[in-house]
C-alpha cells in the first residue's frame, strides 16, 4: 500500500517524521 503524507507545518515538522517512521511498518511512504 502507497501512503501519501502531508501536513501544514512543513516538512521539517518533528511531527511529519513521526509520522512517516510509524506509517513505514505498514506500507509504502510516498
Known sequence: MKILVINDDG???PG???AVRALRQVGEVV
Open 11 to 13: 516538512i521539517t515538522s
Open 16 to 18: 511529519i517524521w513521526a
